[in-house]
T-cell receptor, first 115, second 112 residues
Framework: GAVVSQHPSWVICKSGTSVKIECRSL??????MFWYRQFPKQSLMLMAT?????????EQGVEKDKFLINHASLTLSTLTVTSAHPEDSSFYIC???????????FGSGTRLTVV | GENVEQHPSTLSVQEGDSAVIKCTYS??????FPWYKQELGKRPQLIID?????GEKKDQRIAVTLNKTAKHFSLHITETQPEDSAVYFC???????????FGIGTKLQVIP
C-alpha cells in the first residue's frame, strides 16, 4: 500500500511563532505532494502543490510568504506556518499520489492551535 | 478551475436504509472521481473511486455511478449501519499528480 506519515499530529504554539509540519511518504517516492487546510465542519481546501526540487504552486489567496513549503526530497515535504496567528488555527493535512496511479493517500493530519 | 458541488450537506437515514449523495463537477477534463469518508478528527479515507472510462463501480455495500455527459456522479450506500455515520466527501481530479478538488461534504447519520 501507500503510506503517508505526518508529524506532529497536534501542536499548540504562541502567536507570532513559527511551526513546521512534516509529511513523509514511507513506502513510495512522491514527486508531488499536496497541502490542505480544513476548518471545523468544512471541506478540505487545497493550499498548495509541493513539487520536489522546485517551487511550490500556491492556490489563489494563500500567502506564499506565510506558508513556506519545502520539498527537498522525494519522500519529504514540509509546511512552515510563519508568524502564526489564532486565525491560522486549523487542521492541516497533506496527501500524495503514488506514482501517478490515482491513489491519493492522506497523512494523519496536524491540528494546529495558535494561542 | 474545477468546481465540485455536493448535496445534501446533511443526511439522516434509518439503519438498513440506503443513502445517496450526489456531486457535480465543472471541468470536463477531470477523469478521476474519488469518494472519501472522514470521521471526526481523522484523515479522509478513500472508500471508492471511479475513472471516467467507467460508468459504475461497486464494492460490497458501496457503489458509485458516473455520468460524464451530465458531469455528475453519485455515491450509493445500501443497508446502512451506524458505523457508516461520518462525513463523506466527493472529489474530482485530472489524475496522475494533479490536485484533487473536494465537495463541501455530507454529514451522514445512520439512526439505529
Amino acid at each position: 500500500g501507500a503510506v503517508v506519515s505526518q508529524h506532529p499530529s497536534w501542536v499548540i504554539c504562541k502567536s507570532g511563532t513559527s511551526v513546521k509540519i512534516e509529511c513523509r511518504s514511507l513506502d513510495f517516492q512522491a514527486t508531488t505532494m499536496f497541502w490542505y487546510r480544513q476548518f471545523p465542519k468544512q471541506s478540505l481546501m487545497l493550499m498548495a502543490t509541493s513539487n520536489e526540487g522546485s517551487k511550490a504552486t500556491y492556490e489563489q489567496g494563500v500567502e506564499k510568504d506565510k506558508f513556506l513549503i519545502n520539498h527537498a526530497s522525494l519522500t519529504l515535504s514540509t509546511l512552515t506556518v510563519t508568524s502564526a496567528h489564532p486565525e491560522d488555527s486549523s487542521f492541516y493535512i497533506c496527501s500524495a499520489d503514488k506514482q501517478g496511479n490515482y491513489g491519493y493517500t492522506f497523512g494523519s493530519g496536524t491540528r494546529l492551535t495558535v494561542v | 478551475g474545477e468546481n465540485v458541488e455536493q448535496h445534501p450537506s446533511t443526511l439522516s437515514v434509518q439503519e438498513g436504509d440506503s443513502a445517496v449523495i450526489k456531486c457535480t463537477y465543472s471541468d470536463s477534463a477531470s477523469n478521476y472521481f474519488p469518494w472519501y469518508k472522514q470521521e471526526l478528527g481523522k484523515r479522509p479515507q478513500l472508500i471508492i473511486d471511479i475513472r471516467s472510462n467507467v460508468g459504475e463501480k461497486k464494492d460490497q455495500r458501496i457503489a458509485v455511478t458516473l455520468n460524464k455527459t451530465a458531469k455528475h456522479f453519485s455515491l450509493h450506500i445500501t443497508e446502512t449501519q451506524p458505523e457508516d455515520s461520518a462525513v463523506y466527501f466527493c472529489a474530482a481530479s485530472k489524475g496522475g499528480y494533479q490536485k484533487v478538488t473536494f465537495g463541501i461534504g455530507t454529514k451522514l447519520q445512520v439512526i439505529p
